[in-house]
């Protein structure tokens, strides 16, 4: 029985090693990495340098944090980018790699993680009012997009004027004035030359793809980002009900900057503070399962956070 203890195995739900407690069953008792309930401890920023860098594994990407060549920033910078509604383009861009390798990382990224690439082509479809089945320098078609999306806690962001201009830029490019067709002048562009009125509607389809790639990117961004400003501003908010009202000296001072709280206060509130935010995050747990926040005492400034 001491024996089948200590053997270690293959964590099913992780990259770890687990202590198994039955030799031939390989039932995970501790495993290494997530305990065997599959909660790595792993970052997520290294995790996504591993995709955009395959030849490095984890720790050694995680080592090289604040170094010249840092893996691990460009990594946060990446997974920022695809999370946000960036491509492989933007990849390309900001790292100075070759489409091949961009669409290789994020391909490696979407596998590994296939609920990302749901979620994203969910937000995709939701708003992409123009599609081109046949591929590129094909007939564009329209679809009706979704008005508005919603954040985790129901907060909506509406695409009503966005979405109407790219319908009338859309329609105007593809029925054109009759007038037009009397234009006989030719446009000499990047790869090829056109009529004047074919250059006209390439510009209009152009500027209506452009208004739509923005919406589906600023949707993108909205379920995330406004789910955490609710979050850390109804915090602030509960941490405000901790000041008595009426004239009083400040017990504390909430300070919400974009995704963080600061609680500056009286030595005798901290452990009050620390409990309200223990119970706001455990509010919250339901709706964004994952959710943490690291909390400190007794910093002498923001920058000790």
Request: aromatic share 10%.
């Amino acid at each position: 029985l001491m024996k089948d203890v200590t053997t270690r195995f293959p964590c099913p739900v992780c990259e770890g090693t687990g202590k198994a407690m039955n030799k031939k069953k390989k039932v995970i008792e501790d495993c290494d990495e997530c305990g065997g309930k599959g909660d790595t401890t792993k970052k997520l920023h290294g995790l996504f340098a591993e995709a955009l860098f395959p030849e490095e594994d984890y720790e050694s990407i995680l080592l090289t944090k604040g170094e010249e060549e840092d893996l691990y920033t460009k990594g946060k910078q990446g997974v920022f980018s695809q999370m946000y509604g960036g491509n492989e383009a933007t990849l390309m861009d900001r790292f100075s790699i070759s489409k091949e390798t961009a669409l290789e990382a994020t391909d490696r990224w979407m596998r590994r993680y296939p609920g990302i690439k749901k979620a994203q082509q969910k937000i995709t479809n939701a708003f992409q009012s123009m599609r081109q089945p046949d591929g590129f320098g094909k007939r564009v078609y329209w679809h009706d997009p979704q008005e508005y999306v919603e954040s985790m806690l129901g907060f909506r962001r509406y695409f009503t004027l966005e979405n109407s201009i790219a319908k009338a830029l859309f329609d105007l490019a593809e029925k054109p004035p009759k007038a037009w067709e009397g234009i006989k002048i030719k446009v000499t562009r990047r790869d090829r030359e056109q009529w004047a009125t074919g250059a006209v509607r390439s510009a209009l389809f152009g500027a209506a793809f452009g208004i739509q790639g923005c919406n589906v990117r600023a949707a993108t961004n909205h379920v995330i980002q406004s789910t955490g400003a609710q979050i850390t501003k109804n915090l602030q908010r509960r941490l405000w009900e901790l000041q008595p009202c009426g004239i009083s000296e400040f017990n504390l001072i909430p300070l919400n900057i974009h995704d963080e709280v600061h609680a500056p206060c009286l030595p005798h509130m901290a452990p009050k503070i620390t409990e309200v935010v223990n119970e706001c995050v455990e509010f919250y747990k339901p709706i964004v399962p994952l959710l943490s926040m690291a909390w400190g005492e007794k910093l002498n400034s923001w920058a000790d956070k």
